[in-house]
Every structure is written in structure tokens, then in C-alpha cells.
């Protein structure tokens, strides 16, 4: 329990670096030069603790495991376009709606039935609507592009969450972190040439090794956490990354604080916890 929850702070820290990055530098460069660290972090780990991991066993195996970095790569790159054009209370309630889809594939698939399952979903669409809403009456106004990001990074982070889970079974947390971020530096350098976007711009490194210090970390815990808990468990601590995200960006990113953003984020937050 104490992983998921040093992981939910190190996302909220992390989530609030991208916000802040953003809006100056093209999203993908700042990607590539991201997890080019985490992953040199990563590779060096495992080579210190070589003869403790398990490789791909199978050619499925391989193939299901970097199925699964894939799509949680790009959701990092719905994620980081989606923050671009919107306040991060806006992506905690589309990240949150992950929840419901966890639960309904784990409920429906696994046979694991959460507790009010009906209300907690009726919960978590009230809350959403009604951020939604209000949302339409705010001062920035959000194009439909930025809810389809948000929307696609919701179903991806779920997707990877549940894949993962399986994955876990099989393969070393570390094993699984690195394999996730080599994919990553992947998916951004392949988009960086699609886009004729320049591999290389002005960065503050400083700041690139702070982001790619937490999201090592957020990764690292999290994905421990998950190992000696389960998706429901994980799903819900992860919740606390949502309070935390919107509390220091009122605070340190001077994002304005609403009463109904308080409420239908506590309604999202019980819906889920029901479902947990």
C-alpha cells in the first residue's frame, strides 16, 4: 500500500512538470528526451540485477508484453497533447473515468465482482456530467480534439493497468518498467519523423532529469504496488494522485479553484471507491 501511494504523489509532481512544459516546447521532443534518461536509469538497474529476471519466454509473451508498452505509450502521447489545451482538474475526471472501464472488464472477464457495482458507476457518470456542465460555462472553452485525446488516454491507461496486471505474473516489476519506457522513447522517436518535427530543441536538462527521476519512480512503485495488491486495490489508492495533482496545481500553478470541481470530483472519487 505505502508503493501506490509514494506513486500517486510522484505521478501528481510529475503530471504538474508536464503542464508547466508544455506550453513552451513540443510535447514529443520533451518525451524522447524523458524517457531516453528513464530509460538509460532502467537498463543500468537491470544490469546490476541481470541474473535475478526472467526474459520473453515465448514469442507470444513478447508480443503481448510490448502490446501492452504500446498502448500505454500512446496514451502518454493522448495525455501530454490532451494537457495542452486544458487544466489538469479537466484530465483528473477523465482519468478517473479509467476506473469504471477497469472495473467493468474485470467484473464482465475475471469474474470479479466489485461492490455496487451499479451505483458506483451512476456515481462516477454524475460526477463526470456534471464537470462537464459547468465546464461549458467556464471562462476556457475545451475543443472536442482535447476530450477525444482525453477520452483515448483514459481507455489506454486502463488497458495497460489491466495488461500489465498479467504481465506481472511472469516478469519482474523492473523488467516491465524498462520495457515500458524503451517503448515509449520509441512511439515518440517514430512520431517525431512522421511529423518532420526536429529531434533536438533547447530544454532545460535540469528540469528533464527532476521529470524523468519521478516518472522512474512513479513507474517503480506502481508498478510494485500493483504486484502485491491487485487492479482494484491500485485503482483506488491511486485516487489520492488525483487530490494531490489538483491541490498543488492551485497552489503552485496558481490554477483557479472551483467549488463544483471539489464536488464532482468527490463524486467520481466515492463511485470509484465503491467500485474498488
Keep these: 500500500m505505502v508503493y501506490l501511494i509514494l506513486s500517486a504523489l510522484f505521478f501528481a ?5 508536464w503542464k508547466w512544459i508544455v506550453a513552451d516546447h513540443l510535447p514529443l521532443q520533451v518525451i524522447v528526451k524523458r524517457s531516453t534518461l528513464t530509460s538509460i536509469i532502467g537498463l543500468a538497474s537491470l544490469m546490476l540485477n541481470y541474473n535475478n529476471f526472467t526474459f520473453y519466454n515465448t514469442i507470444g509473451q513478447a508480443v503481448f508484453v510490448n502490446l501492452t508498452c504500446l498502448i500505454g505509450a500512446l496514451g502518454l502521447v493522448f495525455m501530454i497533447y490532451a494537457l495542452k489545451n486544458c487544466s489538469l482538474s479537466t484530465f483528473i475526471h477523465y482519468s478517473l473515468i479509467g476506473a469504471s472501464f477497469s472495473a467493468t472488464y474485470l467484473y464482465y472477464i475475471e469474474n470479479i465482482v466489485p461492490n455496487n457495482y451499479v451505483i ?8 463526470f456530467f456534471t464537470f462537464l456542465w459547468n465546464q461549458r460555462q467556464g471562462t476556457k472553452k475545451i475543443g472536442f480534439s482535447t476530450h477525444r485525446y482525453l477520452f483515448l488516454m483514459s481507455i489506454c491507461f486502463s488497458t495497460t493497468a489491466i495488461m500489465q496486471w498479467y504481465n506481472l505474473k511472469t516478469y519482474d516489476f523492473l523488467f516491465l518498467v524498462v520495457n515500458q519506457e524503451l517503448m515509449v522513447l520509441a512511439v515518440s522517436i517514430v512520431l517525431l519523423c512522421l511529423l518532420k518535427q526536429p529531434l533536438i530543441k533547447t530544454l532545460k536538462l535540469d528540469f528533464i532529469y527532476l521529470m524523468a527521476l519521478l516518472v522512474f519512480l512513479a513507474l517503480l512503485t506502481g508498478m510494485y504496488g500493483l504486484k502485491l495488491t491487485d487492479p482494484f486495490i491500485s485503482n483506488l489508492v491511486s485516487l489520492s494522485s488525483s487530490i494531490f495533482t489538483i491541490i498543488l496545481a492551485v497552489f503552485l500553478l496558481k490554477e483557479p479553484f472551483r467549488w463544483w470541481h471539489i464536488i464532482s470530483l468527490l463524486m467520481v472519487i466515492s463511485g470509484t471507491w465503491l467500485l474498488s
Design 120 to 127: 458506483g458507476l451512476i456515481c462516477i457518470s454524475l460526477g
Design 13 to 17: 509532481l510529475n503530471n504538474l512538470s
